[in-house]
């Protein structure tokens, strides 16, 4: 039998946004598609071993001279890890609370679906990070793996560029994404994640594509 709640209907009515034909939905796929490709070109530009961003991300993720810098790899995936399982969640949990629901132990994700404006970017934060994490790891894998077999010159200046723009996309996704939306600020969220993700997709093009 249905409890009262489950009566009702699982969704609110959702705000009013832009609306798509045909024709502007296939732009918006291209659109949306070219920019993760140009982000991707931008990320691996200003990320270079000896360019500022790449020295300056390297800095912040030795912490300023105390983690060794063949540590940097490591060190972003423990940050990452630390926002994704750690950090995030806690904020999840607090914006359910926030919500007109509230948080209930026995079934947390039912509430989830009636937030709106500061407790569901709570908790979207917190989902993000979950969808991203997998495919960071998964690039970082391949990255160590580079790595560890081969010590040519061409190979460790590969090795050296991908770990920043890992780096690039830790420090997108941690330190911009989660401030901006949880600050409600779209476009620097925006411009966060697609840096992020463009990051990611150099390294995939240049383990791919790359003469080591």
């Keep these: 039998m249905l409890s009262p709640d489950e009566t009702q209907p699982l969704l609110q009515s959702p705000k009013r946004g832009i609306s798509l034909n045909e024709k502007t939905a296939i732009s918006t796929i291209i659109a949306i598609t070219l920019g993760f490709s140009l982000s991707g070109i931008i990320a691996w530009w200003i990320t270079s071993p000896n360019s500022l961003v790449g020295k300056a991300l390297g800095t912040f993720f030795t912490l300023f001279g105390l983690i060794s810098d063949e540590r940097v790899l490591e060190s972003c995936s423990l940050l990452y890890a630390f926002f994704a399982y750690a950090f995030t969640p806690g904020i999840s949990v607090a914006g359910v609370g926030l919500g007109t629901a509230g948080y209930t132990h026995g079934d947390p994700r039912h509430a ?37 077999r081969s010590l040519s010159a061409p190979a460790v200046a590969l090795y050296d560029h991908a770990a920043n723009l ?38 995939l093009y240049q383990l791919t594509f790359g003469s080591y």
Excluded: W
């Excluded at 709106?116 to 979950?130: E, F, K």
């Excluded at 911009?176 to 779209?186: E, T, V």
């Design 112 to 148: 989830k679906l009636f937030l709106t404006g500061l407790p569901a970017r709570m908790t979207a934060s917190h989902q993000n990070l979950l969808e991203t994490f997998p495919i960071y790891a998964l690039v970082a894998a391949l990255t160590a793996l580079l790595g560890s």
């Design 166 to 203: 890992l780096a690039l996309h830790v420090f997108c996704k941690t330190i911009i994404y989660i401030p901006a939306y949880l600050q409600d600020l779209g476009e620097l969220r925006s411009v966060s994640h697609f840096l992020g993700i463009g990051a990611l997709l150099a390294v």
